[in-house]
């Protein structure tokens, strides 16, 4: 059964470097196959640019199969496009009609500086973790696992949280960028395993510190991220931030 | 020729890592800190040796080309790892472990790596749990396992269908600890373009920077490479469209032997392809073999009407299913290992049986599970897979069977490498998938984790130590020396090269010729003719490449393109060398087949008087043919037999 | 902005049920006027509730300023499509209307009643001002548009309060959110009463 190609104007935000000034250019692509991913189309369209002698869009990408986070598309209006659960590299084109017209921009965050057309600079998410999003355990001489037994339900809790793949969706989402989805999901997954009691209130605190330094905006709980997290991770983790926040400020 | 020596140090096998670590070097608190350790790649082995590291007092300095340490490749990785706990009390222990790792390699990996990868998993598993690796848990609390990849015995630990990416943010989080503490500095976003040597040792490396294009030189006393496998040699691979063989070949043109390149293994449960455009293959965990069953029909009328839409697989009767690995291995059916499975799909996609547009697909089917067991169990153990297989496919596994075909997924083969995961060039260690050592011609499911934690958290913060132990002396290195600035002109003449070819072809269409060539002459079924047309048109895409390629943009910005024509200049050297080293090994093997080898029902034939040794290529400068050695592998402890699965 | 939340919402249930006595019987409620008028504890009452609300425009300011600043210098060009509450995503809006309204309301009835009590006159009287007031379409019709206002701000504002301190997980998010809608439909009605009652069924 012969599948009918898609004709798409593609508006993409181009900018050459951090410095410079961008703007949205027009592209044509057409007989785009609907078993053909998103990133896939932008492969081609690549290919017919590089054709021309013109240079070709720049996007991050990896894995493109929904789990190193690094594709990071905000296609109209809705961080990695039309569906839920899921990244940019799992939008698939049977989710557009022939003609549409498809606004492409990179993640907008006063802490994701871009780098380049549509790639941004995501480190302060890395700088985050680096405050306390970690057990202090050095390698060697760990107990042996099943040492200390956790309640199934506690693992499976600190599972939905850790599944948090780091995209940014949430911060490119939300009306205040804000991070607390991604940093309540590892204070969540620490916070629910005994391994990570030790340091509960360092870790809270100097994560959401080293948050607002970073110029991420404040959660007004409109649950914007949640509806767009690629992994589905609730806002009750940021409830469980709050508690925590809450509970280390009040306690030292 | 060189010697070759693998180091193993003597004494009973089960003993042998208890005497190194007691007879070994250390490096004292002083001078740790005046050492610098160099680590490539921040995956499962990058990340955890360079926490390590950091934690033991040295010197750290870690690159990757992604954005973040936590995007390295490790974190696709979705079954499990394994580790000889015998927590469920089947009966399994570290000698049993080691025994399947050998046997699954078929008889190509060397004892001593593989008994002490088997020793230290179980330190594997506590270090992740102190971690707050949030592993999979029974309602008493205590750490679940599974059943992998035709193991008998339960030794899979596992994070819902994500282990590999909670194993590696548990290695990135240690990692960012010590980036905190200053004892690690990461370098993200940044590429390694040559090794540097002085006086024969390793002694920095350049790269560059791939957000400003800058040619950067960084010293060191030792090295480690740690940037995963070469899949994307074939383009189309389950690897991410970054992973490149690309490090690990600069490293053999420097003078690193390269181990078994042609051990390649092909994953039999992934989404089969769709069209040219397409990018990349995804795995469907192999976990899905447990309860799916694996079919084409009996009549090819049939698997021609499936082809042309005419026939829906739910039309196809009973009777008229052909489940081939239950009726070629009536004892491990659907849990057959994966060249085996790979190899039996592709033949009856060959003779004319496969479904799918392109009739390269095979049935993996769950009616059976599901009638069975109930939607609900189903949902429980595979929901995620049969999502994301909806979501790519647009069909829906609980109705009508999935479609899989076999693509490449791991290497291997890679960088040789002694006990103590040192390379032929002294100061250089390679850990993870980059290295050649313990998987043999084949890798078990869930073994890959394992052995990249192994060597990042428990080989080589020892051995390293001990290569070390005698640096003490050497000052911090000068990247002003001459050799650095060498080979930043050398780096930065090849890239100007190619900026400056201006062809007519992207580097993806070379890529994908390569690709094309290497699935269809050095693939699942490998021979004689075929491996010598394969290496005759690889040198043709090459020589048109440097002709030819079109790199669009500048040398110093942000230029994906630069990037990929880099990596894509050193494929079209280590696709030759595969093809080469796949020509030279007159057998068959695990993951390598060659179809002149096999018996009269057409498995795999192991010549072992001829081919039991390791293959270790010696580059010999451009345009000339690198130079074999021989590690032979001596097995004192297991017998060695023919793989069978059939009884 | 929780905890002057919450505490703003505790007030508005109190008033509410001020409010209500004047339906029941406007001799009763000029009694609670009387009772509420420029006491000692009323006075402190009132300090303590006006700090609270400008406390709460105060922090409403100041993070909806942060907030516009954490999208960078440059904004999207395609509207945001993503699933959410409009209530949510407008509250600062929401709450502007409500205060303007707030501040009509202080001269009907606050400046009118406890403020010139404060100042040494004779205060007026509390059900003639509601029955004067109410009779006029055009303020119950404002009236109206501003306890819709309020209804959308707390649908939202109560149980996002009880989540920014911690009182939330999965099981309650649902239910909380019951409960907002309860909470801000009994305020919403509750004071919506009032005009309605006045202007349609009450005859001098």
């Known amino acids: 059964?012969?599948?009918?190609g898609l004709n798409l104007t593609l508006k993409i935000w181009r900018q050459e470097n951090a410095k410079a000034k961008g703007q949205f250019v027009t592209y044509q692509v057409s007989n785009i196959s609907p078993d053909c991913s998103?990133?896939?189309?932008?492969?081609?369209?690549?290919?017919?640019?590089?054709?021309k002698i013109e240079k070709p869009i720049c996007f991050d990408h990896d894995c493109r199969e929904g789990i190193c986070g690094m594709c990071s598309l905000y296609i109209n209006g809705r961080p990695h496009?039309?569906?839920?659960?899921?990244?940019?590299?799992?939008?698939?084109?049977?989710?557009?009609?022939?003609?549409?017209?498809?606004?492409?921009?990179?993640?907008?965050?006063?802490a994701f500086p871009i780098i380049k057309d549509l790639v941004v600079d995501r480190s302060a998410f890395d700088k985050i973790i680096q405050a306390g999003g970690y057990t202090s355990v050095n390698t060697g001489g760990a107990q042996d696992a099943n040492a200390i037994l956790i309640p199934k339900k506690n693992a499976d809790l600190a599972m939905d949280a850790a599944a948090c793949i780091g995209c940014g969706a949430c911060v490119a989402t939300c009306k205040n960028a804000s991070a607390m989805l991604f940093v309540s999901a590892k204070v969540s997954q620490l916070a629910l395993l005994p391994q990570g009691q030790v340091e509960a209130r360092e870790r809270v605190t100097a994560m959401v510190a080293k948050m607002d330094e970073l110029g991420f905006g404040n959660c007004t709980n409109t649950r914007a991220c949640e509806a767009e997290c690629p992994k589905q991770i609730k806002i009750s983790n940021i409830a469980r931030l709050n508690r925590e926040y809450l509970g280390a400020k009040f306690c030292s | 020729m060189t010697q070759i020596d693998s180091k193993i140090p003597q004494g009973p096998l089960a003993q042998k890592w208890t005497n190194y670590k007691a007879s070994q070097k250390l490096v004292n608190p002083a001078n740790k800190r005046k050492l610098d350790i160099i680590v490539l790649g921040t995956g499962l082995a990058g990340a955890s040796a360079a926490a390590s590291f950091g934690e033991m007092g040295f010197n750290v300095k870690i690159f990757c080309i992604q954005d973040s340490p936590r995007r390295a490749h490790s974190i696709a990785a979705q079954g499990g790892i394994n580790a000889a706990k015998n927590y469920q009390n089947d009966g399994d222990s570290v000698y049993r472990l080691f025994y399947d790792t050998i046997k699954g390699g078929d008889y190509r990996a060397r004892e001593a790596n593989v008994y002490r990868l088997a020793e230290v998993s179980n330190n594997i598993i506590d270090q992740c749990v102190a971690q707050g690796v949030p592993f999979a848990r029974d309602y008493g609390g205590q750490l679940d396992n599974r059943s992998f990849g035709g193991a008998q015995v339960s030794r899979t630990f596992y994070a819902r269908g994500q282990t590999g990416q909670q194993l590696l943010l548990g290695a990135y989080s240690s990692l960012s600890r010590q980036i905190k503490k200053g004892s690690v500095k990461l370098f993200p976003r940044e590429e390694m373009l040559d090794l540097v040597l002085v006086d024969g040792k390793t002694r920095g490396i350049v790269t560059r920077n791939l957000v400003t294009g800058a040619i950067e030189k960084h010293g060191a006393h030792a090295v480690v490479l740690a940037t995963g496998g070469y899949?994307?040699?074939?383009?189309?691979?389950?690897?991410?469209?970054?992973?490149?063989?690309?490090?690990?070949?600069?490293?053999?043109?420097?003078?690193?032997?390269?181990?078994?390149p042609c051990f390649v293994q092909i994953h039999p449960t992934c989404i089969p392809v769709h069209g040219d455009y397409q990018s990349k293959?995804?795995?469907m965990s192999e976990s899905l073999r447990n309860d799916g069953r694996i079919w084409v029909p009996k009549k090819k009328e049939d698997a021609e009407a499936l082809r042309a839409g005419r026939?829906?697989?739910?039309?196809?009767?009973?009777?008229?299913?052909?489940?081939?690995?239950?009726?070629?291995?009536?004892?491990?059916?659907?849990?057959?290992p994966r060249d085996v499975a790979s190899r039996a799909a592709k033949e009856r996609c060959d003779a004319g049986f496969g479904v799918n547009e392109t009739g390269l697909a095979v049935y993996l089917d769950f009616k059976d599970a599901i009638a069975r067991l109930g939607k609900s169990v189903i949902e429980a153990r595979y929901g995620n897979l049969f999502q994301m297989y909806e979501k790519i496919t647009a069909d829906n596994p609980y109705e009508t069977p999935m479609m899989i075909y076999p693509a490449i997924h791991y290497s291997m083969g890679g960088i040789w490498v002694d006990y103590e995961l040192q390379t032929t060039i002294p100061g250089l260690f390679a850990a993870g998938e980059a290295n050649f050592s313990d998987h043999g011609a084949n890798r078990l499911g869930a073994s890959a984790l394992m052995q990249g934690l192994a060597d990042g958290y428990f080989v080589l913060p020892y051995t390293i130590q001990n290569y070390l132990s005698h640096e003490i002396q050497t000052p911090r290195i000068s990247t002003d020396r001459p050799e650095f600035e060498e080979a930043?002109?050398?780096?930065?003449?090849?890239?100007?090269?190619?900026?400056?070819?201006?062809?007519?072809?992207?580097?993806?269409?070379?890529?994908?010729?390569?690709?094309?060539?290497?699935w269809e002459y050095v693939g699942m079924g490998r021979t004689k003719e075929g491996l010598e047309e394969g290496i005759r048109r690889i040198r043709q895409v090459r020589e048109e490449f440097w002709k030819d390629v079109r790199v669009t943009g500048t040398a110093d910005e942000f230029n994906p393109e630069l990037e990929k024509a880099l990596r894509t200049a050193e494929h079209l050297e280590l696709g030759e060398l595969m093809a080469r080293d796949a020509l030279l090994r007159e057998e068959s093997c695990g993951g390598h087949f060659r179809e002149e080898h096999q018996t009269a029902d057409g498995e795999a034939l192991r010549h072992d008087d001829q081919f039991m040794y390791v293959s270790c290529w010696e580059y010999k400068g451009a345009g000339e043919e690198p130079e074999l050695h021989k590690e032979p592998l001596i097995y004192e402890n297991i017998k060695i037999a023919q793989r069978n699965y059939k009884d | 902005m929780s905890i002057t939340g919450l505490f703003l919402v505790l007030f508005l249930l109190f008033h509410m049920s001020m409010n209500l006595v004047a339906v029941i019987s406007l001799e009763g409620y000029d009694m609670v006027c009387e009772f509420l008028g420029a006491n000692w504890y009323a006075l402190v009452g009132t300090a303590v509730l006006a700090a609270g609300a400008v406390l709460h425009i105060v922090f409403a300011i100041l993070l909806t300023w942060q907030n516009m600043r954490a999208r960078g210098p440059v904004g999207y060009q395609a509207p945001n499509k993503t699933e959410t509450e409009w209530a949510a995503k407008n509250m600062f809006v929401l709450g502007i209307i409500v205060l303007g309204f707030i501040c009509l309301h202080l001269c009907n009835f606050w400046a009118k009643m406890q403020l010139v009590e404060i100042m040494g006159a004779e205060p007026a009287q509390g059900s003639a001002l509601i029955v004067s007031l109410f009779s006029k379409p055009l303020y119950v019709v404002l009236y109206l548009i501003w306890l819709t206002a309020l209804w959308f701000h707390l649908t939202h504002g109560f149980w996002s309060a009880l989540q920014t301190i911690g009182w939330n997980n999965n099981l309650w998010i649902p239910r909380l959110k019951a409960i907002a809608c309860v909470v801000a439909t009994v305020i919403a009605c509750g004071f919506a009463a009032v005009p309605i009652y006045f202007f349609f069924f009450y005859n001098a």
């Open chain 1, 38 to 51: 998103f990133l896939e189309m932008l492969d081609i369209l690549n290919e017919q640019l590089v054709d």
């Open chain 2, 231 to 260: 899949g994307n040699v074939y383009f189309l691979s389950t690897n991410a469209m970054g992973s490149n063989g690309a490090a690990a070949m600069r490293c053999f043109k420097k003078g690193a032997f390269f181990g078994n």
């Open chain 2, 281 to 283: 293959l995804t795995l």
């Open chain 1, 81 to 110: 496009g039309n569906d839920t659960g899921i990244t940019t590299c799992q939008l698939h084109m049977r989710h557009f009609k022939d003609g549409d017209t498809i606004y492409i921009e990179p993640w907008r965050s006063k």
């Open chain 2, 311 to 336: 026939l829906k697989p739910t039309d196809i009767k009973e009777e008229d299913r052909d489940y081939y690995l239950e009726r070629r291995y009536p004892a491990f059916g659907n849990l057959v």
């Open chain 1, 1 to 4: 059964m012969e599948k009918k």
């Open chain 2, 488 to 518: 930043a002109k050398a780096a930065k003449a090849r890239i100007d090269r190619l900026m400056g070819i201006q062809g007519s072809h992207s580097v993806d269409h070379f890529q994908k010729a390569l690709g094309h060539i290497m």
